[in-house]
């Protein structure tokens, strides 16, 4: 059962709304402000999990829906659960898959029992609802995981977005009811209610509970700690300030959360946008416990986000900006593409102390990605994981300081001038 000792928040500094803690877990302390690396499918893109640790990586993420659709869950934890699994002894965090299904528009059906939604893999029917999805990720066995919600699209009406928040709450009190009935059953009780594949009439029936995917040869092993677990709720609201609100003092009133995720946010919206919501909201939350914005990672993005109280964050897009040649400097976002980088002799960075930046220059990089070399893909996305890793590493510095809010301004001018 989880206890109030195996997941702690320790405050240190702050400067203006930035904020400097310790997230400690049973896999080990997370230093904030972080980003966090993402291995959507159990490996972050190219870089090994040495590799990952390597570039000061404290956690990563794994994702609920794409690991419950390959290999399956009940097989993860066969294998000894995700940490084994990944071959990462630091602390994991899952999200819920909700993001994903929201974004399968057109082959999935939200309800207020769950969704229905069609894999992206084979167009297999499946559903998800508040329950399984803590069943799913009990089974995974990540250190954070994460309530399912609804997540509107950037720029939804308001009509949309207060019917997100009243799902979001409904199923996030359905969440935490099976997350403590978990806590006692273990992985036999959440084995025996993970969702299972759709086989009615039109894509929908109610019999949509089962023993998990087939084909394991056996029944996963049971033997053996589950370590314990921390639940946070996700934050909705769109960019709607009195919604915002609204919502985090009903999610607070429903229970004693040891973390809060906001989610909603980097899906449309304008940055501005995006910016007030943060600033409405926080105030709004408990100072003493970590707050994570979901899906925004971007260097610019990132110090403006900590600049407004959030201090844990992830993003795929320094792999996927790797993957195709677009390297980040102190001077903006660079495409090693162009042509004007064939006979450059000059690393990525020459501040940065990674692999592509200390063993390699511009010329050869701009060639590999030219050529289609996997390699280069590689390299970049070490890069450009490092980048955002020091970025959070000189915010943890600059915090105590008291002089976060002057260099942060500083960088970003000059990032976005370059």
Same mark, same amino acid.
């Given at each position: ?32 402000? +972080? ?5 959507? =499918? %159990? !490996? ?5 999990? *040495? &590799?990952?640790?390597?570039? #000061? ?52 059906k939200i309800q207020d029992d769950g969704v229905v939604f ?14 399984? +999805? ?5 089974? =995974? %066995? !990540? ?5 399912? *919600? &609804?997540?509107?699209?950037? #720029? ?29 059953e273990g992985l036999a009780g959440a084995l025996a209610g ?12 109610s019999s949509t509970r089962g023993p998990g995917p087939p ?204």
């Amino acid at each position: 059962m989880t206890r109030a000792s195996d997941f702690r928040y320790v405050l240190h500094a702050t400067d203006g709304a930035a904020r400097r803690g310790t997230f400690h877990t049973p896999h080990g302390p997370v230093e904030t402000p +972080v980003f966090m690396p993402v291995g959507t =499918l %159990g !490996a972050v893109k190219t870089v090994s999990p *040495d &590799e990952v640790e390597a570039l #000061g990586a404290s956690m990563i993420l794994a994702n609920t829906y794409h690991l419950y659709l390959r290999p399956g869950h009940a097989l993860v934890r066969e294998l000894g659960g995700i940490h084994a699994f990944m071959r990462w002894d630091g602390p994991i965090l899952t999200d819920s898959g909700g993001f994903q299904v929201f974004s399968l528009d057109g082959i999935r059906k939200i309800q207020d029992d769950g969704v229905v939604f069609q894999s992206h893999i084979d167009g297999s029917a499946h559903f998800f609802t508040p329950e399984s +999805v803590m069943e799913v990720q009990r089974v =995974l %066995g !990540a250190d954070v995981i994460m309530a399912f *919600d &609804e997540c509107p699209p950037g #720029g939804c009406d308001r009509r949309t977005a207060e019917r997100a928040n009243r799902r979001t709450l409904d199923w996030l009190e359905r969440c935490r009811v099976r997350f403590e009935a978990l806590e006692s059953e273990g992985l036999a009780g959440a084995l025996a209610g993970t969702p299972g594949v759709v086989t009615g009439p039109g894509g929908t029936t109610s019999s949509t509970r089962g023993p998990g995917p087939p084909g394991l040869g056996g029944s996963p092993r049971l033997d053996g700690p589950v370590p314990p677990q921390a639940l946070f709720p996700v934050l909705q609201g769109n960019v709607y300030p009195d919604l915002r609100v609204a919502h985090a003092r009903a999610v607070q009133d429903m229970g004693d959360w040891i973390g809060y995720g906001i989610g909603g946010l980097s899906v449309g919206e304008a940055k501005p946008k995006m910016w007030a919501t943060l600033e409405v909201l926080d105030p709004e939350l408990p100072t003493d416990r970590p707050r994570y914005l979901m899906g925004v990672g971007y260097p610019d993005d990132l110090l403006e986000a900590i600049a407004r109280g959030c201090e844990m964050f992830d993003c795929v897009a320094p792999t996927r900006n790797a993957r195709h040649g677009t390297a980040w400097t102190p001077d903006g976002q660079v495409n090693l593409k162009a042509a004007r980088f064939r006979a450059d002799r000059r690393p990525i960075d020459e501040d940065c102390d990674c692999l592509a930046c200390t063993r390699f220059d511009r010329a050869y990089l701009r060639h590999m990605v030219v050529a289609g070399e996997a390699f280069a893909h590689r390299l970049i996305s070490i890069h450009n994981l490092r980048f955002l890793v020091r970025l959070a590493e000189e915010a943890r510095r600059r915090i105590p300081e008291g002089t976060f809010r002057s260099w942060a301004g500083d960088w970003t001018t000059r990032y976005r001038g370059g």
